[in-house]
């Protein structure tokens, strides 16, 4: 069982930057992907970016490319989300993820942290 512990959330103004982390409970993450999802009031969760674990290859939902990072600290456990020139629209409860390679769905999921941008 990986257990997923999101942090670095809050509120920040239009422009701004914020840095969400997700520690992983277990290192056989090693052989998983991570990703980072995000669910807005009344909206579906919809998907942010992923990174494999060992290799460290990325993608990003469209609206995303440019503005947001992600990446991994192996030896830490954590991966990152890095958020650049937040728009209001950013807004949501973000989540972090965790699924083998092998699997189709997410099997794993943090609890969520809010970011609120204020225009």
Do not use: H
């Not at 090693?30 to 460290?56: D, L």
């Not at 890095?82 to 993820?97: F, G, I, R």
């Amino acid at each position: 069982q990986v257990q997923l512990v999101e942090s670095g959330g809050g509120l920040v103004q239009a422009g701004g930057s914020l840095r969400l982390s997700c520690a992983a409970s277990e290192r056989t993450v090693s052989t998983y992907v991570m990703g980072w999802f995000r669910q807005a009031p009344g909206k579906e969760r919809e998907f942010v970016a992923s990174i494999t674990w060992n290799f460290g290859s990325t993608n990003y939902a469209d609206a995303m490319k440019g503005r947001f990072t992600i990446s991994r600290d192996t030896a830490k456990s954590t991966v990152y989300l890095q958020m650049n020139s937040l728009k209001p629209e950013d807004t949501s409860v973000y989540y972090c993820a965790a699924r083998p390679y092998y699997a189709s769905g997410w099997n794993y999921w943090g609890q969520g942290t809010q970011v609120t941008v204020s225009s």
